[in-house]
């Protein structure tokens, strides 16, 4: 199996760790590239500036609480742009409002996954995207 190509918009560094720690523990093979806002995410899916070498992602793992364009619009822009709204992307934040919930499905997210606190549920978190990769 390829390495599946993923994409983490994520602005917290101790997000950052704990994901890409999970990842390492799962069975995936996969790559994961890293941006930490929203107008990083939409250069490096464009492979504009320094992401011209950037790979297409398989998917795409989504904040919505980001600094600039939140994951919000990031998530309507990608979805607007035909050479990328196939790229499933799964909202991965803090926020557990319904409003932020139902907005994410309306703008067509593939799943809504609440970041828990503890890194054992965090583990649980990262085993159910790797299952919705394979």
Do not use: W
Not at 49 to 74: H, S, T, W
Request: aromatic share 4%; charged share 20%; with cysteine.
């Amino acid at each position: 199996m390829a390495a599946i190509q993923i994409l983490l918009v994520e602005d917290n560094p101790g997000d950052v760790r704990l994901s890409s720690e999970a990842l390492k523990e799962s069975d995936l093979p996969h790559c994961l590239n890293v941006v930490i806002n929203g107008d990083q995410a939409m250069t490096f899916l464009r492979q504009e500036a320094d992401y011209r070498q950037a790979p297409r992602p398989d998917v795409i793992m989504l904040d919505l609480n980001l600094p600039g364009k939140n994951g919000l619009e990031v998530l309507q822009e990608i979805q607007s742009d035909q050479a990328l709204n196939d790229i499933p992307i799964i909202i991965l934040t803090s926020s557990d409002s319904d409003l932020d919930v139902l907005i994410a499905y309306k703008k067509h997210a593939s799943a809504y996954l609440v970041k828990p606190s503890s890194l054992k549920h965090y583990d649980a978190v990262i085993d159910a995207i790797v299952t919705l990769c394979q």
